[in-house]
Each structure stands twice: as C-alpha cells, then as structure tokens.
T-cell receptor, first 113, second 112 residues
Framework: NAGVMQNPRHLVRRRGQEARLRCSPMKGHSHVYWYRQLPEEGLKFMVY????????ESGMPKERFSAEFPKEGPSILRIQQVVRGDSAAYFCASRMYSNQPQHFGDGTRLSIL | GIQVEQSPPDLILQEGANSTLRCNFS?????LQWFHQNPWGQLINLFYIPSGTKQNGRLSATTVATERYSLLYISSSQTTDSGVYFC??????????????FGAGTQVVVTP
C-alpha cells in the first residue's frame, strides 16, 4: 500500500515563475492537508481539502497561492509569481476518516533563485 | 487556536541513554501525533496517541488528555534517533478539526 506521494521532491524556480506541487494521497483517503515548513521553523497548516472542495484555507496566504483536489487526479498546490520568501518545504498529508492519523509525504523542497 | 509547547528545545544524549520529551497543549484535542523529522527532512509518523499509552520498540508515548500533556520516551538511544521530534495536535472544536497544530520541536543529537 503506497504512502502519500509528492512530486517533485525538489523544485527550483526563478522569481516570478509559477510552482506546481503535486500530492497523491494514500489509497482510499479523501482528506488532504498541505503544510509549509519555512527554514528553521516548525510546520504550519495551509489548507484542508476533500474531493472537489476546499474545507479550510485559513492558513493560505491571501494572494498567489491556490489549491485544488479534483475528482480525478492528485491534489495540486499552485504558487504564482514566486518570491524568495516562498522557499520552503511543502508537505502533504492525507487521512481516511476524521478520527484517524494523518500520513505525511516526503515533501517538496522549493527553492527560489 | 490551540497552543502547543514542547520541551526541552534541545537535547544532547550519549548513545545508550534514555530521555523524555514533553508536549503541553492548551485545549482539549481529538488528535495527537508524534513525528520524527530525520536529517533528510522526512517526517516519520511515530505515534497516533490522543490518549493512553503506546509502545513501539525503544519508543513509547503517553498522553494524559485531561491534564493536557503528552510524553515521548526514548530508551537506549542510538545515533539514528538524531533529528527533530515534533508533537502535533488537532482540536476538538469543529472549526479546528482536521488541521494539525505543530509544536516548535525538540532537536535531539545522539553522540556515539
């Protein structure tokens, strides 16, 4: 049973470009969460999605960031017009039911030149 | 939101030593997880323990939900135990269900 799959593992972008981070949850999991870990900091919640719905986006920056979890395919975290401050590790987690643990992917390390 | 405090912030151990890491939280929770972030940055899920006691090899954890704390025990530490240990909680209020609030972590270094 494959775990949470994130790709790419590393992503380099120049300032002003777009970054797309993908997350395939564990089989049967319909709850997806995105977290961000800035350098030398802990992890912060960004957004919680269920299939085709954004449930809680209280941790998302108001501009340039968006997330989706379509009926078919992986969840996507999209960052438009990236800036140096977006450099971080982005983790995706999934779970099956609300009273079960979240399982984390290995993360995507985003570097902005 | 829920406040999560971990102590100590840093811990240096000699190989073979035992240690206890603590996590205090400010409100009732319906989810509590302990993670180990290894030097490669991977988050390893250690325990899902909103209450009670669990053991897995040299690691064990106890959560006393009524007193709002959890403890992670590392026995006979090995160099591979080095890394950052995070406690993360999910609140029992509807609007915080799901999302995890992470503590700042305990940086553990195990020396040979």
């Amino acid at each position: 049973n494959a775990g949470v799959m994130q790709n790419p593992r590393h992503l380099v972008r120049r300032r002003g470009q777009e970054a797309r981070l993908r997350c395939s949850p564990m089989k049967g999991h319909s709850h997806v969460y995105w977290y961000r870990q800035l350098p030398e900091e802990g992890l912060k919640f960004m957004v919680y999605l269920q299939k085709e719905n954004i449930i809680d986006e209280s941790g998302m920056p108001k501009e340039r960031f968006s997330a989706e979890f379509p009926k078919e395919g992986p969840s996507i975290l999209r960052i438009q017009q990236v800036v140096r401050g977006d450099s971080a590790a982005y983790f995706c987690a999934s779970r099956m039911y609300s009273n079960q643990p979240q399982h984390f992917g290995d993360g995507t390390r985003l570097s902005i030149l | 939101g829920i406040q999560v405090e971990q102590s100590p912030p840093d811990l240096i151990l000699q190989e073979g030593a035992n240690s206890t890491l603590r996590c205090n939280f400010s409100d009732s929770v319906n989810n509590l997880q302990w993670f180990h972030q290894n030097p490669w940055g991977q988050l390893i899920n250690l325990f899902y323990i909103p209450s009670g006691t669990k053991q897995n090899g040299r690691l064990s954890a106890t959560t006393v939900a009524t007193e709002r704390y959890s403890l992670l025990y590392i026995s006979s530490s090995q160099t591979t135990d080095s890394g950052v240990y995070f406690c993360a909680v999910g609140g029992s209020n509807f609007d915080s269900w799901g999302k995890l609030q992470f503590g700042a972590g305990t940086q553990v270094v195990v020396t040979p």
